[in-house]
């Protein structure tokens, strides 16, 4: 099984709709993070959480909003999706104290339409 | 604000070729930097971490160099081969988490 695991892997929406994605880790890892890609800006930070009760904003925080419901789980919710949020969303895993190396999931392709 | 750029974007090499990708960055008060690989439709896989105070890390085929004082380091993959074909990722961390260059793509011929 992945390490990091995403839900959904792929997700067509209405403009307006609330969407949630998950991620999941079974790495034991304390610090989690939400990327988004989008062709030519490469990979921007929405949210990151050093651990269940600590969440801080990262580059681009507006629209989104997150929760941190155990250490292994972080999710990345879209109050009122808007067609500039499609894009590629990414969760990933690090430890406190270790080598500060980042563990992607799979990713979620989200589209609003 | 750190920015990160790769260059070049995107290049094609013979399949043999010894090659090298650049990364560079802004603002030196970095702690790490590391390269990813990504291929196409999935997540990144971390190749290569170098600490601050370390000036490269090899991994087999893979060689990274860091100059923190000028901002730069560089990806030398040794003898290219057609699975060494993805986007190849340089992120730079600190006082925030990880600032990501735009990457560059790399095809390799057979």
Redesign the interface.
């Known amino acids: 099984d992945a390490d990091v695991t995403q839900t959904p892997r792929n997700r067509i929406t209405k403009t307006g709709k609330r969407i949630m994605l998950e991620c999941s880790q079974t790495k034991g890892h304390d610090r989690m993070y939400w990327y988004r890609q989008d062709p030519g800006l490469g990979l921007r930070l929405i949210y990151y959480s050093f651990d269940v009760k600590d969440i801080n904003k990262g580059e681009i925080s507006d629209g989104y909003s997150v929760s941190r419901q155990a250490q292994a789980k972080f999710s990345l919710s879209l109050e009122s999706a808007i067609p500039n949020q499609t894009a590629l969303y990414f969760c990933a895993t690090s430890r406190t104290g270790g080598s500060d190396t980042q563990y992607f999931g799979p990713g979620t392709r989200l589209t609003v339409l | 604000k750190q920015e990160v750029t790769q260059i070049p974007a995107a290049l094609s090499v013979p399949e043999g070729e010894n090659l090298v990708l650049n990364c560079s960055f802004t603002d030196s008060a970095i ?2 930097l ?1 390269w ?1 690989r990504q291929d196409p ?6 190749l290569l ?1 170098i600490q601050s105070s370390q000036r490269e890390q090899t991994s087999g085929r893979l060689n990274a160099s860091l100059d923190k004082s000028s901002g730069r380091s560089t990806l030398y993959i040794a003898a290219s081969q057609p699975g060494d074909s993805a986007t190849y ?1 340089c ?1 730079v ?1 600190g006082n ?8 560059t793509r790399l095809s390799v011929i057979a």
Request: net charge positive; glycine share 18%; hydrophobic share 35%.
């Open positions: 702690y790490n590391q990813f439709g999935k997540g990144l896989t971390s971490l990722l992120a961390r925030t988490p990880l600032v990501f260059g735009k990457g």
